[in-house]
Structures are given as structure tokens and as C-alpha cells.
């Protein structure tokens, strides 16, 4: 069976004038924060991995000055798979503390 809560109407005419447009799911409400946690947590593993030396030349057969100036480019994007595919959990964490936030605020 089909869920019709998410669907709004096409139309503006008359017949529909007196129907709300859905509202949005809580998944669409959360995105931004979601995607902020994520965002964050991405941040963080960017500088651990730093920290862990990955990406820096190495002493024979590195890639030279070209090298070192893309390793930071290399490490966010490692980062931002990492916390995409669940992380450390620390996205969440930030995501629970900011909804909550949002709520109290709010």
C-alpha cells in the first residue's frame, strides 16, 4: 500500500484552496543537523589522521613538493568517508545533542 503522507497536491485551484501541504517528514526536518554532526565528525578524523602521518612524504620515491601541498586534500576525503559510512560515532552524538537543542530552543 502506498503511504500518501508525504505526497502534496498539484493544483492551486479552488477545489484544493482548503488543503494544507504536507508537512515535512522528521528525516527532512534533521538533514541540516545531520549533515552539520557529519561535517564535524569529518573534521575531527581529518586531524587524527594528520596526527597518524597520513600523507606526509615519505624520505624515498615521494611525490615531492606536489605532494605535500594535496596531502590535506587526501585526508578530508578520507575523513568524509569514514564518517559517512558510520564513523566513530561521533557524528551522532553531536546530532543528538544539536536536535535536542534545536527542541528546547525551539
Known sequence: MTDLNGIQPQ???TA???LRP??????D?????RAA???LEAQFLAEMLKSAGLGEARESFGGGV???????FLRAEQAGAM??????????SIFQAMKARVGNDG
Do not use: M, N, W, Y
Request: glycine share 22%; aromatic share 2%.
Open 11 to 13: 493544483g492551486t485551484g
Open 16 to 18: 484544493r484552496s482548503g
Open 22 to 27: 504536507a508537512t515535512p517528514a522528521a528525516a
Open 29 to 33: 526536518r534533521d538533514a541540516p543537523l
Open 37 to 39: 554532526a557529519q561535517a
Open 66 to 72: 606536489g605532494e605535500e601541498q594535496f596531502a590535506s
Open 83 to 92: 564518517a559517512q559510512g558510520g564513523g566513530i560515532g561521533l557524528a551522532e
